[in-house]
């Protein structure tokens, strides 16, 4: 609890940064991966983040990702898209994702932490991964990237003339 009141988030222009620097990039990893899983179950965890989401979007027009933003964090927003894929897909994005970064990395390694992540975003107490009623259901398995993109920005298009 302490060491969140010395920590300065900051959302412009597209970029995350943290304490200053820009953190964009570093968010990708596997490790912070991992580690936002864990530590976003925490109450004092949410209780800090929770109020700059929200600041963030009501300063700027986001997109935002994450296992709760339509559910819990921007349960009001005018689109909400519950995007998925099979594990093997996401598996395997990922490991394009972390060799595309220069990340040493292992399909059996990726499959594993999609598996794991899953399993502890589900079944955690605050905020689990939940699909809203509300959100579009979309399966990117077999999609390739500017397929999905095309149907995301389809819908926002539609979305904005309702």
């Known amino acids: 609890?302490?060491?969140?009141?010395?920590?300065?988030?900051?959302?412009?222009?597209?970029?995350?940064?943290l304490n200053g620097q820009d953190v964009e990039g570093s968010i990708r990893t596997p490790e912070v991966g991992r580690l936002s899983s864990v530590f976003s179950a925490r109450k004092p965890v949410r209780e800090f983040l929770l109020p700059l989401q929200k600041q963030a979007a009501r300063d700027n027009d986001i997109v935002a990702e994450g296992r709760d933003m339509a559910s819990v964090v921007f349960p009001e927003a005018w689109i909400k898209i519950y995007l998925d894929a099979?594990?093997?897909?996401?598996?395997?994005r990922r490991y394009e994702q972390l060799k595309g970064l220069g990340i040493k990395a292992d399909m059996k390694s990726a499959t594993r932490d999609v598996t794991e992540r899953d399993a502890r975003d589900s079944s955690r107490d605050i905020a689990p991964l939940t699909r809203t009623r509300d959100a579009l259901?979309?399966?990117?398995?077999?999609?390739?990237?500017d397929e999905v993109v095309g149907m995301?920005?389809?819908?926002?298009?539609e979305g904005a003339v309702k």
């Open 152 to 157: 995301v920005r389809k819908t926002a298009d």
């Open 137 to 145: 259901y979309i399966d990117s398995s077999d999609m390739p990237v």
């Open 1 to 17: 609890r302490e060491a969140l009141g010395s920590i300065k988030v900051a959302y412009s222009e597209g970029q995350v940064s």
């Open 86 to 92: 099979s594990v093997e897909s996401r598996a395997k």
